[in-house]
């Protein structure tokens, strides 16, 4: 799919909103009259119709300058960067933990979730009823079930319970109405992520029967492996394991040799990558909206936030080459041969971000560049596969899948048989590994050790596990939605 082209005319837009809304009602439609079933019952537009909802993940207030405050400059891996007086808006917040339901990242990465599955709901609601092949059908309709996962998988790890929407709103039905807007429990949003999952998982195709022009859609590895990190989550460490080991038993993956080139241009779509988020910059498929400006250097090529911490920068073993590859520094000649100023206002920088305007396809706009978002690859498998089977008291397998991710940068294998200690090498192996990655944060909540690694930054527990339910959102809802413990 390489890339996301959206061409979805304005008129036909508003009318298969409109229509989706109001189908349940028309027992005749009107002759001559253009139906959605009827607009996407062609191969092409029936794709288009998905690609929207991929289109979502491109959004500024999707993946950009919240998404990053709300899940990396939270954890001890970065701080909020840039200089003391630019706030972000919020980001000294987040930093901080001093965050409130009124804060503008907090209202942005709710609204921008609930968008993504809003145009999956449409799609699903719409698919059964054109007429293409049987397979595309259910493929696609896999891949929306798969991103609506997504979005309810961010959703319920920044804050908690949120209302369950699986189905179009038919706004004249109060009921439907007031449904939408009463938080679900955790376990029903899990639920409802777990069936998507399992559904896309069973009609996805694999990684190697897509073709080129379809590069980058979901594939049945991605839905497995996203199982196995949901279960993770779940502390449901057989279903964990399962659903790792069926993912490195596909033959469809393979760690890269190089891991510091895992992030750039050439290292899109690699053997690693479970699904990433496709990025161009342009006026028809844009680049994730500022992701990379808003880390750039200050005073060279961005904004400057999001500074890798003091913490991450001493947690890496010596020798460890996934260090360099995390960080940029003052003075650093770069991969591409750029000098990085040395009168930075922060000691490090996000390199996982960094565009090459010379070595990589950039056409001048720092705002919409080409930059793909990694969201899941197959080393991040491998240590859940590690983390389970550890779990489960296979210290053999959580050996042999640590180790290969170890391997991979020349680091010594780690024989420890202990399942505490292993426990504990273990998760310092997704720190170093998955540093900047956007994972930080909740795998200290996952892990019951936030207030004991963020409590000196300012995390409360009780509190800060969540992140509090827009004030706007409870507003909306005339007081049906309701707030978490202590906001």
């Not at 991450?312 to 996934?322: I, Q, S, T, V």
């Not at 899948?401 to 780690?414: A, E, K, W």
Request: hydrophobic share 35%; proline share 4%; charged share 20%.
């Amino acid at each position: 799919m390489k890339r996301y082209t959206i061409k979805l005319l304005i008129t036909v837009v508003s009318f298969f909103i409109l229509a989706a809304c109001t189908k349940d009602f028309l027992d005749v439609k009107p002759e001559g009259q253009i139906t959605p079933e009827g607009y996407y019952s062609t191969p092409e537009r029936a794709k288009e119709l998905v690609n929207s909802i991929y289109n979502n993940m491109l959004q500024w207030d999707e993946h950009s300058f919240s998404w990053i405050g709300m899940t990396s400059i939270t954890s001890d891996d970065a701080d909020k960067g840039s200089t003391p007086g630019d706030t972000g808006a919020d980001k000294d917040k987040m930093e901080n933990f001093t965050y409130v339901p009124t804060d503008i990242s907090i209202g942005e990465i709710w609204v921008a979730n609930f968008r993504g599955i809003t145009r999956a709901n449409l799609a699903l609601d719409v698919l059964p009823g054109i007429v293409i092949e049987q397979s595309l059908k259910n493929r696609l309709m896999g891949e929306a079930r798969f991103l609506r996962a997504y979005f309810y998988w961010n959703l319920v790890r920044c804050y908690g319970g949120v209302p369950l929407i699986d189905k179009v709103i038919d706004p004249t039905n109060t009921e439907q109405v007031n449904q939408a807007m009463i938080r679900a429990s955790v376990e029903q949003i899990y639920e409802l992520i777990i069936s998507d999952l399992m559904y896309a998982k069973d009609s996805l195709y694999s990684k190697s029967q897509y073709e080129t022009s379809d590069m980058g859609r979901a594939t049945t590895g991605a839905a497995t492996g996203l199982l196995a990190k949901v279960y993770l989550y779940q502390k449901n460490w057989q279903a964990s394991f399962d659903m790792a080991e069926n993912v490195i038993n596909s033959g469809q993956y393979a760690l890269v040799s190089d891991y510091s080139t895992i992030w750039r241009e050439i290292g899109e779509n690699s053997s690693e990558s479970l699904f990433e988020v496709q990025a161009v910059g342009g006026p028809i498929a844009l680049g994730v909206q500022q992701y990379t400006v808003v880390q750039g250097v200050r005073g060279q090529f961005g904004w400057g936030f999001n500074s890798p911490s003091d913490s991450l920068n001493n947690a890496y073993e010596e020798g460890d080459p996934r260090r360099e590859a995390t960080m940029i520094y003052p003075g650093e000649v770069m991969w591409d041969d750029e000098i990085i100023i040395t009168n930075t206002p922060n000691p490090r920088y996000n390199q996982k971000a960094y565009v090459s305007r010379t070595q990589e396809t950039f056409n001048g706009n720092d705002e919409q560049t080409n930059k793909d978002l990694r969201v899941l690859r197959y080393a991040e498998i491998l240590l859940i596969d590690a983390e389970a089977a550890n779990e489960l008291g296979n210290v053999a397998g959580a050996l042999q899948s640590l180790n290969q991710v170890r391997q991979r940068v020349g680091l010594s294998d780690i024989t420890v048989t202990d399942q505490s200690q292993l426990r504990q090498i273990i998760w310092h192996e997704r720190r170093v590994e998955l540093g900047m990655e956007h994972d930080r944060f909740f795998d200290l909540v996952r892990q019951g050790r936030a207030a004991e690694v963020l409590g000196p930054l300012g995390f409360i527990a009780g509190k800060n596990e969540v992140f509090p339910v827009p004030q706007s959102q409870i507003d909306i809802s005339g007081g049906l939605l309701l707030q978490n413990p202590n906001y």
